[in-house]
Antibody, heavy 118, light 112 residues
């Protein structure tokens, strides 16, 4: 079964760029939708956006101007870049695979906590 | 873009049934049959329990079911068990200037 593992810095300074990588094992990036979802400590889930291996992507309007999600079939990885971060971007960031599309997701990484602080 | 509205908490005794509501608008739940429900234990990633309003992924207990009426979706859990105690989140396809996915704020289920 597919396994997802997020990686990246646990601390980012305000105004800088948050960069995370999701390594996919037991499956291929090709042929699936890949989604990033975040969860501020003690709060609910927020959908950030998705990428399809073929190149289509879409983002939550709340972060659309700051976010880029990409898929690399050569490394079997999915990446998230969020620029100009603020403390409210502090959250556990999850990588997840779409289930029959991108609206539902059925496989999740364990999540990685990113704190935005000086 | 407002989050979907869920009750903060619900509670019931083992063996009973509960319903968790998820209220949206005509821009999300009311117009599309793309409602999902997730179960999350503390410190763990969520798990997909229901997709497309009422469908269960393989391996999910048939004690879990979903429905929708108008702008409100519901998750029904029958024959409550201690292991059902968790947070539950709904989500829906939504449209504004662009299509996206919106989540509810989450409901803490306590099995008494």
């Amino acid at each position: 079964q597919v396994q997802l593992q997020e990686s990246g810095p646990g601390l980012v300074k305000p105004s800088e760029t948050l960069s995370l990588t999701c390594t996919v094992s037991g499956g291929s990036v090709s042929g699936s939708f890949w989604t990033w979802i975040r969860q501020p400590p003690g709060k609910g889930l927020e959908w950030i956006g998705y990428v399809y291996y073929g190149g289509s992507r879409n983002y939550n309007p709340s972060v659309k101007s700051r976010v880029t999600i990409s898929a690399d079939t050569s490394t079997n990885q999915v990446s998230l870049k969020l620029k100009s971060v603020i403390p409210a971007d502090t959250a556990v960031y999850y990588c997840a695979r779409g289930f029959g599309g991108y609206v539902s997701v059925d496989s999740w990484g364990q999540g990685t906590l990113v704190a935005v602080s000086s | 873009q407002s989050a979907l509205t869920q009750p903060a908490s619900v509670s019931a005794s083992p063996g009973q049934s509960i319903t968790i509501s998820c209220t949206g608008t005509s821009s999300d739940i009311g117009s599309y049959n793309y409602v999902s429900w997730y179960q999350q234990y503390p410190g763990k990633a969520p798990k997909l329990m229901i997709y497309d309003v009422s469908n269960r992924p393989s391996g999910v207990s048939d004690r879990f079911s979903g429905s929708k009426s108008g702008n409100t979706a519901s998750l029904i859990i029958s024959g409550l068990q201690a292991e059902d105690e968790a947070d539950y989140f709904c989500s829906s396809y939504a449209t504004s200037s662009t299509p996206y996915v919106v989540f509810g704020g989450g409901t803490k289920l306590t099995v008494l």
